[in-house]
């Protein structure tokens, strides 16, 4: 047998070739002379998560080239697209699913989209910045982002109206459909569930950055590490309540447009239960009750404790739902508009504020309501005894600082309060967007009320950038408050900023003007037509001030 060294050449030397077999190989780490190796570095930001994991290989269900993009843009929204943008680039739909967690920190599983730019221009391929998408309240269970250009899918519209103002200006955009609803296992949706839906938002950032790794070759498109975040109604509570999560996480985030958030969750909580309800209450509260009692487990012993109907037992499970909400309505399973009772309801407390005023009456009906007379009697002897000091500052006492109760007692004021979004001062860019005459998320309940607390928060420091915008000119006149107002901001994006921001308030006055005198010439009336429309008519607006925010970075 020979030894070794009688079968190496004289020539070679084995430290040269140590060198030599480190330099070329890029899958293991070669070390010093006890042959230790080198640990790699700890993951950072959403790519340490457990999940955020793709499923199944994504599946491309659409491809539309700019030309066709537009079309479909035009034809969706005539208005809007007359002062958007117009896209520059196609969009490839891609359909993913990924694990992420329910309430309980449980796995369960999820849908979404991303949508990936295509053509020729340079914006549209190569290292490209990533949108992530929050979707406002859906009721639904089909619910799906992939269903570009589908009038027959509830996120159809919006799916649109995000392909062509994002993707179709070279973004990639990144949109979850959420837990719950698509082909999610999971019975229920954690909606406006701080700690899962910014779990999930980050779980489908990871899963999207997959689709776009997976399909690169293809698309020649890839992420340049450039992250914006937006969304509207839930989703602007959702894109809000995601800031705040991936800076714990230590994921960049460039800057973020959330728009008719309900921030502020107890006090307008307090401001419903006090009599001044929105439109929509008897939708969102049945999924908002739900979520909490998965997370939570006492805001009812059995849903008849809280719910007046009945069929009050089967109201927390139809929603998110099969049938269209028509259909739940005419059905009898939900009231249409009515959370309370109207007066007289055999309580001088509740008579006093059922409604509170004459503009909520569509919120109270002398059968056919909601809520229980008892549980909004509980919710409001809490407010009493445990103050949101946000109510009398908004009734005018500015001596108080808009902040929550140290310690309420009620189980939905408890759960309320743990999701609430007052506190949180954003380290990144951030500007609010949304309509001070939203009947359905009230404006200066949530905006508003987070935008004093940011002036007032003795954190900021001198690379603190935010802003708010109220979109809604038509009422300037007699409202007598700023509807642009920014902090931190160079002069030159802020001149951009609010250059688009005084063409979406224009285009949004046109919009509500043209909907007031098509009901007064259909016999209608104006002010009642603007209102259902109000909410959804301020997203587009909103977001094309989204699209010139993200353009400055």
Known sequence: MHRQS?????????????????????????????????????????????????????LTTKNLTASALTQLFNTTDPDFSKVA?????????????????????????????????????ASCSGNRPIVLNAHGTATTKAYNFAEVGNANNEAGPAATLLAALFAGQGYVVVSPNYAGYDKSSLAYHPYLNAQQQSREMADALKAGREVVRRTGSATNVADNGKLFITG????????????????TLKEPVTAALPISG??????????????????????????????????????YTKPSDMFAPANADEIPSLLPSTSMTEQLISS?????????QKAPTGNPTLDAISPSDPAF?????????????????????DAQKNIDWAVPYLQGNTNYSPVPATAPEHPLRKALKANDLRGYLPTMPVIMCGGNQDPWVFFDVNSSLMKTLWDTDTNKTSTTKLGIIDIDITNRATRQKPIYQTLGFDTVNNNSIQSQSEKMQAGFASKVQNIAANAAANGGNPSQAVAMQYHDLVTPYCMGVAQTLFSQF
């Open 361 to 381: 009456s569509f919120g109270f009906d002398t059968t056919q309501y909601l809520v229980k007379n008892d549980y909004r009697l509980g919710y409001l002897a």
């Open 332 to 340: 009898g399973k939900l009231p249409a508009s009515a959370m309370f």
């Open 85 to 121: 943008a117009t896209p520059k680039c196609g969009v490839r739909v891609e359909y993913m699913q990924y694990d992420t967690v329910d309430v309980k920190g449980n796995k369960t599983d999820a849908t979404g989209a991303v949508f990936i730019p295509t053509g020729t221009d």
């Open 232 to 247: 509207y109604s839930q989703g602007g509570y959702v894109t809000m309540a995601t800031t705040r999560y991936l800076e």
């Open 6 to 58: 009688d079968l190496i050449h004289p020539a070679f030397n084995l430290t040269k070739i140590f060198i030599s077999v480190c330099l070329a190989s890029t899958l293991a780490a070669c070390g010093s002379d006890n042959d230790s190796t080198t640990t790699p570095p700890a993951k950072t930001g959403v790519a340490s998560l457990p999940t955020g994991n793709l499923i199944k290989d994504p």
């Open 262 to 299: 309900p921030y502020a969750m107890e006090a307008f909580g307090d401001v419903v239960f006090g009599g001044k309800v929105m439109l929509g209450a008897t939708f969102f509260v049945p999924l908002m009750a739900r979520n909490y009692q998965e997370q939570y487990g006492n805001i």
